[in-house]
């Protein structure tokens, strides 16, 4: 049986399938079976299924019981490609692509699907999204003609693998929904009344609340929203007190009496509004929260979601993340993630040294060149990621730069191609956009003119105002650090989903640098196991053979919030 075939949906769920031979074109006829779940499952022995969209054809097969092993996503291909060639934007439907190669009008992709949370939510999430109509025999003119865009690429085993990655993060994403994480209903009813005290008739602010918004108010001698921006910074303004923004930040600077009720308010309101009643009404189903992953959801390649806010659960709320009974959930962060990928694409020997060892980077890198004082040595090459290059943060660079030369110029280079406008790529091609603007720049934490914030474990806040050379400097010089992190990161989810594959357990969570493995108690730790050989697996592909270790800290335990 053929290693590849292509598969697309027909009217009244049935398929139309092809094997694919090496050059991408069809190794023989068409078929035509009247369902699409039966022709997947009696053919065990294919490699990779090759499908418009995963999100259009894999939730009816894991919902089958079937599962398959690998895939080619045909439109997030597109989008990866459109990249590669300097045309990010455009539309990335496979009607779209078509059209392209007949020089016919390209459709706009149709509008993204939004979460609608409430009472079925859950069942719609992963339904599939609007497509255009597209005749198979042109899906397979898509598909070879990719094929040819991927030979024609800078690096193209890199690009191919970039593109075979992010279809195997569409897959891991789609089974992440359909797992759900463990979640505790009364538990996080429970932490809600602790944070917030009551609720009071007619969804009004809780009795916490209340109380803060009127100390607040007492503070500043008049009625004060402390949910109103603006009636912030004119209260303060009328105390005689200039404030920007009302951002923690800023106002942990600033002697006033309403500082503090006002630092508690803002916290806690956000966890009402986002993660509150309303939130776990409409968003927890059955012991389960299922969110819908959205993997290369940014420019950078970091996962977003559509909805549910689960790449943003606070971590008093992490209390309500429970394993089932006689079940665990092993948590596991990579260490120091972007300075050691910064190291392997750098071929920095020094620093490759450094990273080569599983203990703490920074200890290790101010034993080197910073006479053991590790803040320096944090700081220091945060700053060379993430732009940070005045004040002390120009004096720790300088040392960094000597002992460092070949990762500090491999930033410098990116930050200069970003200046003068031109496009730079991850390790394995994916690749920045050409110019960035707010969105971008939010997304990638650069501080933008006037904006910026003390450096804090490699993040910014920025700010909203426009992009200027040297801001989208900053932009590409962390885009070459982080999205080749999130090449690490899909590979590595690839790696495990594998390895994980014999086991009862479950991939539930993964976020940047972290994943959370649901398991049974005896099988945690076989599953901590795997993760550690995960890590070191998509290393050793996305970066070849270099010294460099991608260690993780890993936590067995029963609740998420006991993981930190």
Known sequence: ???????????????????????????????????????VRSRPGVGRWVWRSTGAVYPRLLAAGVRVERCYDIEDAEQLLLGHEGRLGEPRSAAAAWARLRDLPVPPDPPPRAAEPGAHAQSSLFDPQPTLELPFEALLEVYADQHRRHVAAEHPGRMRLLTAAESAGMLVAAEMHRAGLPWRADV??????????????????????????????????????????????????????????????????????????????????????????GWLQDWVRDGRFRPEYLPGGTVSGRWTTNGGGALQIPKVIRQAVV????????????????????????????????????????????????????????IALLGAIYGQTSGDGLKNLAALRRRFPRAVAYVDDAAKAGEEGRLVRTWLGRTSPRAAGAAEADEAGIPQEGTEEPLSDGEFTPGYASVNARARGRFTRNFVVQGSAADWALLMLAALRQALAGMRAQLVFFQHDEVIVHCPAAEAPAVAEAIRAAGDTAGRIAFGDTPVRFPFTTATVERYSDAK
């Open 1 to 39: 049986m053929s290693e590849r075939w292509a598969v697309d949906e027909t009217g009244g769920g049935g398929a139309r399938l092809v094997p694919l031979g090496e050059d991408g074109l069809p190794a023989g006829p068409v078929l035509t079976e009247p369902d699409l779940v039966e022709a």
């Open 188 to 277: 996080h009813r429970a932490v809600l009344r602790e944070l917030l005290g009551e609720r009071y008739a007619g969804g009004g602010e809780p009795r916490r609340l209340a109380e803060l918004a009127d100390e607040v108010s007492a503070a500043f001698g008049r009625r004060v929203r402390p949910d109103l921006p603006a009636d912030v910074v004119k209260a303060f303004s009328q105390a005689g007190i200039t404030v920007r923004s009302t951002r923690r930040w800023e106002l942990a600077k600033i002697d006033h009496p309403a500082v503090e009720p006002l630092i508690a308010y803002k916290k806690l309101y956000r966890i009402w509004t986002a993660h509150g009643w």
């Open 323 to 378: 394993a089932d009974d006689g079940w665990r959930l092993v948590v596991a962060d990579a260490d120091q993630m972007e300075p050691r990928v910064l190291a392997a694409i750098s071929r920095d020997p020094g620093l490759m040294e450094v990273a080569g060892h599983e203990g703490d980077l920074y200890t290790r890198l101010s034993d080197r060149a910073f006479s053991g004082d590790r803040d320096h040595a944090k």
